[in-house]
């Protein structure tokens, strides 16, 4: 009996060691294997920063005017943009041109004249502005871009019939019914204007990758800026070198000026024709 429960008693005793001695076991496995996971671990977190490294290192801007006018899309925008900006301040020149050759009196100034034509060509702005970019994010943008050129090139080359036209027809509230068409003509183009400069602006992402979009942004901007002082400066000297190369032609009525703005937004049109802008139908 005293043996059988001495055996006991050692049996009992001898538990809480061995529950002891495995419990140091497990922690010891446990150390082991987290000891064996920590290079992996170190190795992943490596990676990971290296891929977070790479898309911030890929996500840089590409700074240049290269690398977009690389890209034939964004060619044929930028041409288009070109031809049609200069022939928009040429197209002002025009006027004034129109204004001092048939509807200018002696002794009489031309800045009221001018001053109309600003304003008619300012109105489409203030009143269109806003508007036509909410109709444009909902259309396509080739079309759009290709129409108001082909548009407003046709408008300005029918300009000299109508004025030829409507020679003699009398006034319409005081203003002579030829200026009065060059006002409804002035409204118009300024009017296709609003359409065509945001769907221009809304096609650049989507011929460019983003990397590329500040340089495409600064070359729209500096182009945009550019025309405006080209196209004043030598606009009186392109008119006059048109109206003497067509005045075989046309008997020097001065159709060269016309033609020629109308060519220049008839050509931005076509070249825009061969734009491919990637969108989404």
């Known amino acids: 009996m005293f043996q059988e429960s001495d055996a006991d008693m050692s049996k009992t005793v001898a538990t809480p060691e061995n529950r002891s001695n495995k419990s140091q076991a497990a922690q010891t496995a446990v150390y082991a294997k987290d000891s064996n996971n920590q290079p992996e671990t170190a190795t992943s977190e490596l990676t990971e920063s290296a891929d977070i490294a790479n898309l911030s290192i890929s996500a840089e801007p590409v700074r240049g005017f290269w690398p977009v006018l690389q890209n034939a899309n964004f060619l044929t925008l930028w041409s288009g943009q070109v031809f049609s900006q200069l022939a928009d301040k040429v197209y002002l020149v025009l006027m004034i041109s129109i204004i001092a050759s048939q509807f200018e009196a002696p002794g009489q100034t031309i800045s009221g004249w001018v001053s ?6 300012t109105i489409p702005a203030v009143l ?119 005045a075989p032609l046309d008997g020097g009525s001065g159709m060269g000026k016309d033609i020629l703005v109308g060519v220049s937004y008839g050509l931005a049109g076509l070249l825009l024709l061969f734009l491919n802008p990637h969108e989404k139908k």
């Open 116 to 121: 109309a034509i600003m304003i008619a060509f």
């Open 128 to 246: 269109f502005g806003s508007l036509a970019g909410v109709y444009v994010d909902h259309w396509a943008k080739k079309p759009v871009l290709v129409i108001t050129n082909l548009l407003r090139g046709l408008l300005v080359i029918l300009l000299p019939g109508l004025l030829w036209v409507s020679h003699g027809w009398g006034t319409f509230n005081g203003l002579p019914i030829g200026f009065c068409i060059l006002l409804v003509t002035t409204f118009l183009v300024s009017t296709l204007t609003q359409f065509f400069a945001p769907a221009e602006q809304a096609v650049i992402p989507l011929v460019v990758k983003r990397e590329n979009l500040l340089s495409a942004n600064s070359l729209y901007t500096t182009t945009m800026m550019a025309s405006v002082i080209i196209g004043f400066a030598v606009g009186e000297p392109l008119l006059a070198i048109a109206d003497s190369l067509l």
